[in-house]
Every structure is written in structure tokens, then in C-alpha cells.
């Protein structure tokens, strides 16, 4: 058994079963020489470098001219009396801190009967169920971080003005008829737009934008007529990761951890940092690796009262929002380092009028 590929195998099998882990921004080290509560800086990318306009400063011609008994030469165009060149921009990536908050780890144990007799097919019989206890664990605790974190809730009213803040929607309360669908679908196609003008007006990019909301917002969506669902097209990786359709140019994502709720960001709103220690001198074996952002090292130890090999996989993580520059603005008000990547619409079901 090859540690490495081992290792790589059950990263790869670790990422096809994502959810919610799939989407946030992610980066690893491997043999971190740190532990639990150490900080990693990482680099936010700058948004852009300014362009410099240059206009006429003043007419630049050859001054022998309508002659034409007279040679014009273009050594005898005077030199500009202004600076025309650019200024040298700066990439500027400003770092910002992701504290490493937790290890997590799992285990399974293999006595040498079961080795002997009873594995027959290690990917499926081990590996397998590692790597989905830790995308399960993952999942849930990316939806956890989300409901805490996707918000505009720390901005001024000024810059709620600017770039717009949290959405607020109501919508009747169901009934099952025909005009009630429709109303429920419209309030929620209403919020789509408000929270796409408010990511639009804070210079969100347009691509990598999802919604994440529970299974009732999916059951409302699916029952507007003017949603076309995404599993028609048999795309088996959006299904897989849960997509059931593109609204107004997000993609959206049912979890079982929410509720009458959606959040709408960016992929780059929040980012996951994992980082591996080295393989301890006492392990018999293991082998650290990195696929798709993960790092995750695995461990092959063997106790020798038991007479039973343990296999193990574990990780250190910790997970932050992606806050802006400390001189970003919008329209000439100053966001600063805030969160403007992400925002939450909050509904509420209220009895219709005259109900």
C-alpha cells in the first residue's frame, strides 16, 4: 500500500463528496510547522491598477512647414514639454489573517483478522467511509459559518445607502392555490433582483455567484413556472453538488441545514485554510497531500497489543471572511475593510391582505 497514493485517493474522494465545502475559496500548506491556534496570512488579491489619461499638452508638429524650397525633417519636431509617461503601478495584496481554529480527524482500525479475511476492497470498505464522515463534518460546518457570517449587518447606514445591505421579504403564507404560488415566486424573484443590484453595486464579480437556502425556498422556487431547473439538462456534477437551477445568474444550493432563509456571495466571500503537520516520527507510515485546496494527511500506525493496524485522516482548518481593502470605496463613500462579498435576505411568511 502505497501511503502516497493512498492519500491522494482519499482527497480525491473527499472532494467528489463535498456539498457546501465545494464552494468557499481555499488554501492549504503542507508540513506546516505550526499547530491549533497558530494564524496564516493570506494574500487578498488587489482589485486592479489605475490608468493615467494623457491628453494634448500642447501642439507637437514640425515647424518647417509650406516651404517648398525647404527640407522637413523629423529631427526638427521639438520634444514634448510634459511628462507623458505612466506612473509605475504597484501590485498591492494586502494579507489578512485566518486563525487555524480546529483539528479534526478520523480513524478506523483494522484488526488482522479483518485485514486476513474480511478487506476485500480497501477504496470502498475504508476509504470510503473516511472521507465521507469528513465531508459530512465539513458541510455542516460551512453552513454554521455561513448563517453566522454572510451578512451586511456591520455596515453604516451610509454605506447600506451606497451598496445596499441585508434584503428584507415578505411573502403570503401558503395556501396551495394558483395565485398564492405565484405571489410566494414573485417575492422571491423580487429579492434575487434586490440582492443582485446590491452585489453589483459593492463590484462583485458576476461569474462564481451562489444562493444558499433550505429546502422550503427550493420548494417555492420549483413551483414558479418561470424556473427552469438545472437537473432538466443532466448535468450530473450540478446535481451532485446540489444545484437545482441558475436564478438570475446564480447558481443555487440546497442544504438541508437552512431553512426559509438564502444567502447570496461570491466564491472569494469566505475562504478555508488547511494546513497539515509533518508525519510524526512515530507513525509507521503516512504521506501528506494537497488536492483542490485540501491538505490532509494520512496516518498509518499499528499497535502492537492489539495486533491491529489503525488508518487515520485528519487536518487543521479555520475558515474567515473576505474583508476589503482598508481604502476601498464605492462612489466616493468608504467601505473600508468590511464584508460587502455576501449578503442574507431574510423571509418572513406573512397572512395575506384581507386573509
Partial sequence: MDPKQVTIAALGLLDRQLTLGRIPARYSELNFTGGLGDVINVNRPSRSIPVQETGVSNIIKNPITGDKNVFA???DRPLPSVARRAPNGFINETRFPVQLTTLVQNASALSMEQVAFDLKQFGAQILAPLTRGMAEYFDDTIAAFIKANI??????????????????????????????????????RVAFVDARQALRKANVPDSERYVIAGPEVESILLKDPEFVAVDYSGDTNALRRAIIGSYYGFDVVIHNSFDLEMYFFHKSAFLMASACPAIPMGAVTGNVQNVNGIATRMLVDYDYGLKADTIGLDTMYGMATIKEDPDYNVRGTVIGEKFVRGLKVNIAEVAPAGG
Fill in 73 to 75: 525633417a523629423a529631427s
Fill in 151 to 188: 451578512n451586511r449587518s456591520s455596515l453604516t447606514a451610509g454605506q447600506k445607502a451606497a451598496i445596499g445591505g441585508d434584503v428584507e421579504v415578505k411573502i403570503p403564507t401558503y395556501d396551495g392555490t394558483r395565485e398564492n404560488l405565484k405571489a410566494r415566486a414573485l417575492a422571491l
